[in-house]
């Protein structure tokens, strides 16, 4: 599969390229040069495929020939070791819990993904890559842990101090290895600013510097598979699907549209977000204007700038018709997100984190609208990576996970930087 650079089509490479490049050289994110469709027999005989089977049928096509079958399959096998539960909440409301991974979020599965492909690509050069990530929570973690001890690779993190989670910064400054995390004096934005900037700089193309944010492919993609094991368990209602995405940098959402367009049958794309709310008011004022992020209790979603959406657009370039119908977004605020926590908790016994209760929200409002519908929303993370907010919402206790147990004992390690000067001089190390 070639892809093609979203500021100009003519500009072609192959998957290993957009890979390590992340960023194409002219600003632009990669696309695919056609999306694949599967067969209607893949479809119809989708309940009797494994996890693995699934996600080698999505997602060959979009490798081709560049990494072999059999080792595919095995970066696969060990990106999805773990389980991706469809909970049935309501009688027309599901949520598919996305954090049963190694860190607790969904990002496990592209970072996983991504690292390995990276690795492949890398296993017989002797000079790295330096993959450079800016996180608003929970990538660091998830990249930090996906790609820790892989050959060929170092992996520098900048995050916002002060602006993620206790456990969520454990995650990402304590594994050390192959692993530097920067403390950065400023929000999320300024994180994506300096990592943009960086991959632009002439200075340091001699670093092989490469995204694993949802901007990088190799991250993104793998996202698609949620939709399709959601899917595999829906297919036998036989009623319209609706999906709501908490939504951030909108690499999750854009995913499963690209999923769609692929001919999987799920109608309508709910992208719901907190009090940062761009989508939401460009769909309402038909003008796209990014602000600054704002802080909010999902913090894991504060971006002001979604650099994905500009993938949803291209899949829709012509046709603002079928845009309308299948998606729409939506945004509350923390207060709604924390009196719906409760109300889910306390009707169905569920504990739902402030991402998830957003998710649940939009998927609400759709379902008012299309009540012949079932849907699901995405659990993007483990409700002990928000325990600051879960407990006392909740008034419960939350028992400790292993995998967080063991980060909760390790000492922080990582360099406060303030601006890109600072970024630049540490990579030029
Ligand atoms: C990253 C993240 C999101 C947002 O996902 P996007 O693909 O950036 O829209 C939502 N919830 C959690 C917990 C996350 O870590």
Known sequence: ?????????????????????????????????????????????????????????????????????KELKKIISETLSFKFPLVQIENNVFSLELFHGPTMAFKDVGARFMSRCLGYFNKDKDTNNTVLVATSGDTGGAVASGFLGVKGVDVVILYPSKKVSDIQERQLTTLGQNITALEVDGVFDDCQDMVKKAF???????????????INIARWLPQMFYFFFAYKELKKYNKPIITSCPSGNFGNICAGILAKKMGLPIHHF???TNANDTVPRFLRDGVYQPKPSIATISNAMDVGNPSNFVRIQEMYTN????????FSSYSYSDEATKEIMQSIYSNSHYIAEPHGAVGYLGLQRA????????????????????????????????????????????HKKSIPIKEYAALKEYLSK
């Not at 046709?319 to 299948?326: G, I, M, Q, Y």
Request: glycine share 2%.
């Open 200 to 214: 632009l700089d002439p200075d340091l193309k001699h670093k092989k510097l490469t995204s694993a944010n949802s």
């Open 319 to 326: 046709d603002l018709k079928a845009f309308e119908k299948d």
């Open 270 to 272: 709910v992208a719901t």
């Open 367 to 410: 379902l008012a609208l299309q009540p012949e519908s079932i849907g699901f929303f995405l659990e993007t993370a483990h409700p002990i990576k928000f325990l600051d907010i879960v407990e006392p919402t909740l008034s419960v206790t939350l028992k400790i996970p292993k995998q967080i147990q063991t980060v909760l004992n390790k």
């Open 1 to 69: 599969m070639q892809y093609y650079s979203l500021n100009n089509k003519e500009h072609l490479v192959s998957f290993q390229e957009a890979v390590t490049n992340g960023l194409a050289p002219d600003k632009g994110l990669y696309f695919p040069k056609e999306i694949p469709k599967l067969e209607a027999s893949f479809f119809d005989s989708i309940e009797s495929l494994s996890h693995e089977e699934i996600a080698f049928e999505v997602i060959q096509p979009y490798i081709g020939n560049e990494i072999p079958e």
